[in-house]
T-cell receptor, first 109, second 116 residues
Framework: AQRVTQPEKLLSVFKGAPVELKCNYS??????LFWYVQYSRQRLQLLLR??SRESIKGFTADLNKGETSFHLKKPFAQEEDSAMYYC???????????FGQGTRLTINP | GAVVSQHPSWVICKSGTSVKIECRSL??????MFWYRQFPKQSLMLMAT?????????EQGVEKDKFLINHASLTLSTLTVTSAHPEDSSFYIC????????????FGSGTRLTVV
């Protein structure tokens, strides 16, 4: 069974401080991991996926198979990063995407 | 990039009536579409997966007779909430994908259903 855990429901940091949103997963096969962001009153948007290994809006995430984690990091938070962040997992090949509980990130000025 | 259009964005209906929500992929062929439900301040809960031309696969605990899903073409999937009751009030979101898409999954803007 697929399972994604985001242990922090709320996370608040000051502008300019580093940010780390935690995500752990459980999956027996080869997972595809994603981070999605949902800004206020907007639809879900893909932030990044592990296979592309890109850095989007300064965010990075590394898949750690040993720790079954896919934590999202940004060295210097900006106010516009305030949003809801969801970690998600699917199997290979357009299989169902299962979401974690989400973390609401608030960046304080 | 890939775009998914979901309609309507909000709907209010009377208890006992049925409501249909449409999800269209505008610039790609969606071999697979997913329907999610999101309660206030909670995450997205997968309801069902539908592949074009075949029956939807429902997640455990989701009533297939209540939430009818049709995926008759590669660009359109519909979710019909039958005999709606107030407890069906929620935010419904569709997602679509095609194998090999760079972005993986594209999401609709969601439908706010209120049953009165």
């Amino acid at each position: 069974a697929q399972r994604v855990t985001q242990p922090e429901k709320l996370l608040s940091v000051f502008k300019g401080a580093p940010v780390e949103l935690k995500c752990n997963y459980s999956y027996s096969g080869s997972p595809e991991l994603f981070w999605y962001v949902q800004y206020s009153r907007q639809r879900l948007q893909l932030l990044l996926r592990h296979i592309s290994r890109e850095s989007i809006k300064g965010f990075t995430a590394d898949l750690n198979k040993g720790e079954t984690s896919f934590h999202l990091k940004k060295p210097f938070a900006q106010e516009e990063d305030s949003a809801m962040y969801y970690c998600a997992l699917s199997g290979q090949g357009a299989q169902k995407l299962v979401f974690g509980q989400g973390t609401r990130l608030t960046i304080n000025p | 990039g890939a775009v998914v259009s979901q309609h309507p964005s909000w709907v209010i209906c009377k208890s006992g009536t049925s409501v249909k929500i449409e999800c269209r992929s505008l610039d790609f062929q969606a071999t697979t579409m997913f329907w999610y439900r999101q309660f206030p301040k909670q995450s997205l809960m997968l309801m069902a997966t539908s592949n074009e031309g075949s029956k939807a696969t429902y997640e455990q605990g989701v009533e297939k007779d209540k939430f009818l899903i049709n995926h008759a073409s590669l660009t359109l999937s519909t979710l019909t909430v039958t005999s709606a009751h107030p407890e069906d009030s929620s935010f419904y979101i569709c997602s679509a994908t095609d194998r090999g898409m760079a972005d993986g999954y594209t999401f609709g803007s969601g439908t706010r259903l209120t049953v009165v």
